[in-house]
């Protein structure tokens, strides 16, 4: 994709509702995640003269049972909350997308054992696994990142496969394969940048189920305890409902922003891509 | 179709038999002294390390360890949990009614709202109705469930305390009959809302797509032409045939809601398979851990196989596919 036409595309993003509002939220984020050392008033793990205080002036989300600053700790979960999220999601598509192409490409066995693989992990209860794995095995980042990513792959592996499927059999491959181009080059050059749209906007989707996914652990108590994290913070909370809403409310209230910001930002991509809005209603399944 | 459900059945061994070996590498994977992986952070005395070491042929090469397991669990015999001083297969019994109360009456209640929703968003004419209700979808679906639970408690239960904050039902219960149901409502009311509203956004984003896409098909305008009034169509047409996606989809979140609403459970110290398992985790129980997984991964696939049929039911071209 040209400069130009990436530069049209995001002026008509911009114009969709959906998309315009989603694409705020997603800047905004980044921006606080990037600069969080600059907008919190104080470190992540600095203990305050109070603890459990009410919102208030001094503390904006009040303070947490041992006098952390509410506000320092969400601005600065944005950090890991955005990485875990894209990193999984990056991830996802890197495996999913292999699978995909190479099953999309090639017929017969090669494609029925990847697609069969890619079932088998679609029936399994992954988030279940993923928690087991990250329980059995401790958490760090990179294996948060990993097991989030395990749970979301199949989906982009499906979707490749799918567009792959569609595009293998038309004229223009079928020209490339008597101009003898090598495979490779057929898979990668010809087909991939067809098949790249309806990708990008299930990379969104899977950004924002690897962030709730990651809030889960973290709220399970599984997260990387080194690590400040929206979904972590939410664990504690849970210990303080009755004496302390602002815990729950702030850290909770940031996730679904976001996870709406990517929902909407995804819509909004669809919208430009396919304006009849055919692929749009599949983006959950 | 009996030939259907027999594929369908064989189709679902291979999947458990993988799981099942997964698991049991997993196990095999923690580094460390097996017998202590399998009995989890507690002292060991050595007569019951040797029957450990007996009972899974620890021994013996890693896939007849792995064949030996297998055969346990066929008979039903998931281990022994040393936390709770009890098989791991009667924990599973005691809280697998409690998950599939909660899942049950969760998607009685979200499966009829959703559809009702999808279904007046897709045949609307009123544009702000179907508005109203995908921006309302949109957020709810990206509310964690858990954290709506922490709100619902904090409001409903905390503030208002209208329901119970935790639990399945009161330590010492002295009602009966009718008061006993409503007492058990109560308990039930919280997680459920929770659970259902998510869910039932679901049902609904998924049934408004689905009938705007039947709604363009040309059997509709064709019953249109035949002067069918507006309900009729739906009643006839519209709903069976906008129905079939959603039973795939319900039946797969239902099959995995059985194996541990995990986070909603935590949310309400519901005592089901979800917080068996958080707390075996927490606990470093790790028989009970692989049983529940196993057990949870039977009640996916089995789930799997009831939406397989229902499917074939309500669509007769797939009963007669090869």
């Known amino acids: 994709m040209s400069e130009t036409t990436l530069t049209a595309h995001a002026a008509r993003l911009m114009r969709t509702r959906h998309g315009s509002?989603?694409?705020?939220?997603?800047?905004?984020?980044?921006?606080?995640?990037?600069?969080?050392?600059?907008?919190?008033?104080?470190?992540?793990?600095?203990?305050?003269?109070?603890?459990?205080?009410?919102?208030?002036?001094?503390?904006?989300?009040?303070t947490d049972n041992i006098g952390r600053d509410i506000f320092s700790l969400v601005v600065h979960g944005a950090r890991s909350s955005l990485l875990v999220g894209l990193g999984a999601a990056l991830a996802a598509l890197l495996v999913g997308g292999t699978?995909?192409?190479?099953?999309?490409?090639?017929?017969?066995?090669?494609?029925?054992?990847?697609?069969?693989?890619?079932?088998?992990?679609?029936?399994?209860?992954?988030?279940?696994?993923?928690l087991c794995a990250v329980a059995l095995f401790g958490s760090s980042f990179w294996l948060l990142i990993a097991a989030v990513a395990l749970a979301i792959w199949p989906m982009e592996a499906r979707l490749v496969y799918g567009q792959y499927l569609k595009l293998r059999d038309r004229d223009f491959i079928a020209a490339?394969?008597?101009?003898?181009?090598?495979?490779?080059?057929?898979?990668?050059?010809?087909?991939?940048?067809?098949?790249?749209q309806p990708v990008i906007v299930q990379v969104a989707l899977d950004a924002s189920i690897a962030i709730l996914i990651e809030a889960g652990l973290g709220f399970l108590g599984l997260s990387d305890p080194d690590m400040v994290s929206w979904g972590r913070l939410l664990f504690v909370a849970q210990d303080y409902m009755d004496s302390a809403w602002w815990m729950s409310l702030f850290p909770g209230a940031a996730i679904c922003l976001t996870v709406v910001g990517l929902n909407l930002f995804a819509d909004g991509l669809n919208e430009v891509i396919d304006p009849r809005g055919s692929a749009g209603a599949g983006g959950l399944q | 179709m009996l030939r259907f459900i027999g594929r369908r059945a064989l189709y679902a061994i291979p999947l458990l038999l993988v799981i099942v070996v997964l698991m049991f590498s997993m196990l095999h994977l923690i580094p460390g002294d097996p017998v202590q992986a399998l009995v989890g952070d507690y002292p060991v005395p050595p007569a019951y390390r040797q029957a450990i070491e007996e009972k899974y042929r620890l021994n013996d090469p890693f896939l007849v360890q792995v064949g030996n397991y297998l055969a346990n669990v066929v008979q039903g015999d998931f281990g022994f949990s040393y936390q709770n001083q009890r098989?791991?297969?009667?924990?599973?019994?005691?809280?697998a009614p409690r998950t599939i109360l909660l899942a049950a009456v969760s998607f009685g209640l979200a499966i009829p709202l959703g559809m009702l929703i999808g279904i007046a968003c897709g045949t609307t004419r009123h544009p702000g109705v179907d508005k109203f209700w995908t921006t309302t979808a949109l957020i709810a679906y990206a509310i964690p469930t858990f954290w709506l639970g922490q709100l619902?408690?904090?409001?409903?239960?905390?503030?208002?305390?209208?329901?119970?904050?935790?639990?399945?039902?009161?330590?010492v219960s002295r009602t009966q009959g009718f008061a006993w149901v409503l007492e058990r409502i109560r308990y039930l009311a919280l997680p459920v809302m929770a659970f259902g509203i998510h869910e039932g956004m679901r049902i609904a984003r998924i049934m408004r797509a689905s009938v705007i896409d039947t709604l363009s098909q040309g059997y509709i305008v064709t019953a249109r032409a035949k002067g069918l009034g507006r309900g009729q169509i739906i009643r006839s047409h519209v709903l069976r045939?906008?129905?079939?996606?959603?039973?795939t989809i319900a039946g797969y979140a239902f099959g995995h809601a059985l194996g541990g609403a995990v986070?909603?459970?935590?949310?309400?110290?519901?005592?089901g398979?979800?917080?068996?398992?958080?707390?075996?985790?927490?606990?470093?129980?790790?028989?009970?851990?692989?049983?529940?997984?196993?057990?949870?991964?039977?009640?996916?696939?089995?789930?799997?196989?009831?939406?397989?049929?229902?499917?074939?039911?309500?669509?007769?071209?797939?009963?007669?596919?090869?």
């Open chain 1, 176 to 196: 490339a394969r008597v101009a003898d181009l090598s495979t490779a080059h057929i898979m990668f050059r010809e087909i991939l940048p067809n098949a790249l």
């Open chain 2, 152 to 171: 619902f408690v904090m409001f409903f239960a905390l503030k208002l305390g209208w329901f119970p904050t935790q639990g399945i039902g009161p330590m």
């Open chain 2, 87 to 95: 098989t791991v297969l009667s924990l599973i019994l005691e809280r």
């Open chain 2, 241 to 247: 045939n906008s129905s079939l996606p959603l039973v």
């Open chain 1, 99 to 130: 699978v995909g192409i190479v099953a999309g490409y090639f017929q017969g066995p090669v494609e029925a054992v990847l697609m069969r693989i890619v079932e088998l992990f679609q029936t399994l209860p992954v988030i279940i696994l993923v």
């Open chain 1, 21 to 62: 509002i989603g694409a705020v939220i997603l800047i905004a984020m980044a921006l606080i995640a990037v600069f969080a050392g600059l907008l919190a008033p104080y470190a992540p793990l600095q203990q305050t003269a109070e603890s459990l205080a009410e919102p208030s002036a001094a503390y904006l989300f009040g």
């Open chain 2, 263 to 271: 986070l909603l459970e935590t949310v309400f110290t519901w005592p």
């Open chain 2, 273 to 322: 398979l979800g917080l068996l398992l958080v707390d075996a985790i927490r606990l470093r129980d790790n028989m009970t851990v692989v049983g529940v997984v196993i057990f949870s991964a039977i009640a996916v696939v089995v789930m799997n196989l009831v939406v397989d049929l229902l499917y074939a039911m309500l669509d007769p071209r797939i009963r007669t596919m090869r």
